[in-house]
């Protein structure tokens, strides 16, 4: 297989044996067989069609934020946008960037073009990709409000632009995250807006978060989605979780809305206490908790 890969990525983009816990704000995750980095849309799209045709398993790493791979590894070959598939474009009030830029820096390049619209998301840790597939939001914001088209790929390497309407953008999830599709680039569309003003309501939002989020620990975020009517911190806190522990893994005491690792967890300690959340949560109000997180590999 790797014969055909390398006449089309050069080999120092192919990578071996890389740890998933240097690829993950959680730190934890084995070893990734293969990470192939990607520069290009046709790069990209002779080695997705080749992947699917011999059936080989292959998994989309944004920048890690949402994710927890477990601790033997995961089997397929790791795609991860690079260098010029993580730049950005600014024209007139029209913001595009490709599937790696990092949402922070959409974020700030925004801000520095005197456009508001991503405000919200300047302290979310992922990548625009990633952040459209997730529809990742805060404090009223989400990717929803400001997407206008989503350039993406489809398994036999075919190009296709979805509107805003034909994503499907709900609470935390797209029409991406039920369809195979690759998220090239992002096109979004902003208002003009005070520099000045733009700058100060993201240090605001940052300011909160750092009082509100447990940020000296690595985590994922929360890592529940919030239940309908109800607010998975506040359920977790009142099953009398804050602080409960297995191994590294435990239920943050600043917001019980997030499992972090406080230093030396495994994958599955942070699996288990996620486990025992939702059963705790469940027998106690009856209500489900759905992970936001996703789990790639084996435990
Ligand atoms: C401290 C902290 C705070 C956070 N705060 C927020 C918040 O306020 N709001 C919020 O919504 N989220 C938040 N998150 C979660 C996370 O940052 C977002 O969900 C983010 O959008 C994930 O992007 P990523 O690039 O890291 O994706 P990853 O974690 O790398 O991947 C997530 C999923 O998206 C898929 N994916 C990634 N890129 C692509 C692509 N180009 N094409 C197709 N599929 C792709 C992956 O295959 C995977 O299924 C937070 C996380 C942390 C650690």
Do not use: W
Not at 63 to 86: A, W
């Amino acid at each position: 297989m790797y014969d055909y890969v390398k006449t089309v990525i050069p080999e120092e983009r192919i990578l071996f044996h890389r740890q998933m816990r240097d690829y993950t704000t959680f730190r934890v995750g084995g070893e990734a067989g293969c990470m192939i980095l990607i520069q290009s849309e046709e790069e990209l799209a002779k080695l997705i069609s080749y992947l699917n045709r011999v059936e080989q398993e292959y998994f989309i790493l944004g920048n890690g934020s949402n994710l927890l791979v477990g601790d033997k590894g995961y089997r397929g070959i790791v795609l991860k946008f690079d260098g010029p598939m993580e730049q950005i474009a600014v024209e007139g009030t029209r913001v595009s960037a490709k599937a790696g830029a990092l949402l922070s820096q959409v974020a700030v390049a925004a801000r520095e073009h005197g456009l508001s619209g991503l405000e919200f998301a300047a302290g979310i840790p992922g990548s625009i990709g990633g952040g459209v597939v997730m529809n990742a939001g805060a404090y009223d914001g989400e990717m929803k409000q400001v997407v206008e088209a989503v350039r993406v790929m489809d398994r036999d390497g075919q190009i296709a632009t979805l509107d805003n309407d034909t994503m499907e953008f709900g609470y935390r999830t797209s029409t991406i995250r039920n369809r195979a599709f690759i998220v090239l680039e992002v096109i979004m569309r902003l208002a003009e807006g005070d520099r000045e003003q733009i700058g100060a309501k993201m240090e605001d939002l940052a300011a909160l978060r750092r009082s509100k989020q447990p940020l000296e620990y690595p985590s994922a975020g929360s890592t529940f989605k919030r239940p309908k009517g109800y607010y998975a911190g506040k359920l977790i806190m009142e099953a009398g979780l804050r602080g409960y522990r297995i191994g590294g893994a435990q239920v943050a005491n600043k917001h019980c809305g997030f499992v972090v690792n406080t230093g030396n967890a495994t994958a599955a300690d942070i699996r288990e206490v996620i486990e025992e959340v939702q059963e705790r949560v469940k027998d106690r109000f009856h209500v489900t908790l759905e992970p936001e997180i996703v789990f790639l590999g084996d435990f």
